[in-house]
């Protein structure tokens, strides 16, 4: 754990390569200046545009939202690497003659996301296309031509992406990396980079050990901090000193069911999470409305709530769901409820010798549910204001799905859930006005549950929106979906 090693080794277009390069230097950087791959482009530099779309491990992500430590014994491809490959020509090809391509500045970041989700899904339809493009911005071609390329790809190639035999995966690259060889190199210890230091610990003890000794600032996704501590292009964001990539500790990371409970690890990607099969609906219906594809194949939940944003995506669910957190220090361990957890707006209660390790909650199975998350645009957006509410019958006859404006009326309601996002400085969610609604018999008393909502609703002007816009859109959703419970 002591040995002192500064570079930093990872996999660049099927090389080995290995550079002397300050870990928080973001992965954009590297590649143009340090391997002058000046394919990869810069855009907005906050993981917006997709300009700056690579492979990490065969999924597309931001690189100027990436720092390179993160890709510490992984392989990265960049659309130079990735010419050398058919697949690459075929989505040429079609892009060609679907017209996909006009200033060509936006199109490696396209070719990347689109081998991205043919990878994952190699007979997408018209709306997993648009998801699977949807953090990738262009400014002059029109994304009708782009979507059509990608399904020309699909239905003419996709015998390039599909599984030779079963659970064998084409290689992006033909030459097959020698992952052992780098893996072997990785340094676990504390690596000093001009006068910062930074720690690449690979099980939860060591992580406690750095944070308990030092206090390290931990970096998860980074897409954060990433963006938080941004400078120009070149310079290093300075997040903290020291830093911890939480990234190479195994025992962060998975979903399981433990002791009643379904438990996220705190660095578990949010694309991980999508593909959940034990997790409810309504949680990866969540999730699929946070960012874009090149965002959550590296954001983390545990960076979503200790981030603790008032617009955070995550929280509302949480919240619905009475959902705990678990600390972890040297030698302790604590749960808490994610809301004594939260204490404020970018403020949570964490100590500076503890990380978070896990997310868990036992799973309510509700009869149906409303998620509304409104922001500027589909993807990569902040919300406005977000609406999550959750409904149980005793009858239980109504099983999955978003709510469709059927009348429940005469259905007895066995639990109610009502949580808004970005509507004050944390999560409003009441108990109280949850209870009155259970123990509602007259429906003439909805107003005064209404009038409850309102008082708790408290948001912020910013650049965003006005305060008077959320909150009418807040109520107007709270009433959208007790109408549709209570038929009004
Ligand atoms: C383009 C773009 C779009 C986005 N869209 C959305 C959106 O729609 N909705 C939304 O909610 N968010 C959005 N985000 C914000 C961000 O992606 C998410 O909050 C993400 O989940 C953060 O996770 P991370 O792992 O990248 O966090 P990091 O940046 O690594 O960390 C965030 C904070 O949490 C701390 N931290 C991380 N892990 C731990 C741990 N295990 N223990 C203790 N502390 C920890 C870090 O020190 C840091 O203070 C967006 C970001 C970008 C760049
Ligand atoms: S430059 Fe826009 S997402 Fe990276
Ligand atoms: S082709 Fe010009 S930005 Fe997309």
């Known amino acids: 754990m002591a040995r002192d090693k500064r570079n930093i080794h990872f996999y660049l277009n099927g090389k080995r390569v290995s550079l002397l390069v300050d870990p928080l230097k973001r992965l954009l950087d ?31 992500v931001n690189s100027c939202i990436v720092p390179v430590g993160y890709v510490y014994g992984r392989e990265v491809i960049t659309i130079e690497g990735y010419k050398t490959t058919e697949r690459y020509r075929a989505i040429e090809e079609a892009f060609a003659r679907s017209g996909a391509v006009q200033c060509g500045f936006c199109t490696p970041g396209f070719v990347m996301a689109t081998e991205s989700l043919l990878r994952e899904n190699p007979h997408p339809g018209e709306e997993a296309i648009r998801e699977g493009i949807s953090g990738n911005l262009c400014r002059c071609t029109g994304y009708v031509s782009i979507v059509n390329g990608i399904r020309m790809v699909a239905e003419q190639s996709s015998r ?3 599984e030779k035999e079963e659970g064998e995966i084409v290689p992006v690259v033909s030459k097959a990396s020698n992952r052992a060889e780098v893996l072997e190199d990785i340094p676990f210890g504390n690596t000093h980079y001009e006068s910062h230091n930074y720690f690449f610990p690979e099980t939860l003890r060591e992580a406690l050990e750095i944070r308990s000794r030092m206090g390290a600032i931990p970096v998860a996704g980074g897409t954060d901090l990433m963006v938080k501590y941004k ?11 020291p830093v911890i990539f939480l990234n190479g500790v195994e025992e962060l990371r998975g979903i399981k069911r433990v002791d009643g409970f379904i438990e996220i690890g705190a660095t578990t990607e949010l694309s991980e999470i999508l593909k959940s099969e034990i997790l409810p609906p309504f949680m990866r219906e969540v999730i699929r409305g946070i960012a874009a594809p090149g965002v959550r194949n590296t954001a983390t939940i545990g960076g979503n709530i200790c981030n603790a944003s008032p617009a955070g995506d995550t929280l509302p669910a949480l919240y619905s769901l009475d959902a705990q957190v678990v600390l972890a220090s040297v030698g302790a361990r604590r749960a808490l409820p994610i809301e004594s957890f939260i204490a ?33 645009r589909k993807a990569n957006a902040l ?10 019958f005793s009858s239980g006859v109504l099983k999955d799905g978003n709510s469709r404006g059927e009348s429940f009326a005469g ?7 009502i949580a808004f996002g970005a509507v004050g400085p944390v999560v409003v969610r009441s108990r109280e006005l949850e209870r009155r609604l259970l123990s509602l018999k007259d429906f003439a008393m909805i107003g005064e549950v209404i009038t409850g909502y309102e008082a708790l609703i408290n948001p912020i002007d910013d650049q965003r929106s006005t305060a008077e816009y959320r909150r009418e859109v807040a109520i107007n959703l709270l009433k959208k979906f007790l109408g549709e419970m209570y038929y009004l």
């Open 411 to 417: 259905k007895e309601i066995e639990d109610i859930r």
């Open 344 to 376: 404020g707006p970018g403020k949570t209660v964490i100590s500076d010798d503890e990380l978070l390790v896990s997310i868990r909650f036992r799973n309510v199975d509700f009869d149906r549910y409303m998620y509304k998350k409104v922001g500027t």
């Open 30 to 60: 590297v590649l143009r200046e340090n391997f002058g791959l000046t394919g990869v482009k810069e855009g907005c530099g906050e993981g917006e545009c997709g300009a700056c779309s690579v492979l990490l491990d065969g999924k597309v």
């Open 160 to 162: 390039l992406w599909e």
């Open 383 to 392: 919300s406005k204001v977000s609406f999550l509410g959750l409904i149980k």
């Open 231 to 241: 400078k120009p292009a070149g310079l290093v964001p300075r997040a903290g000193d």
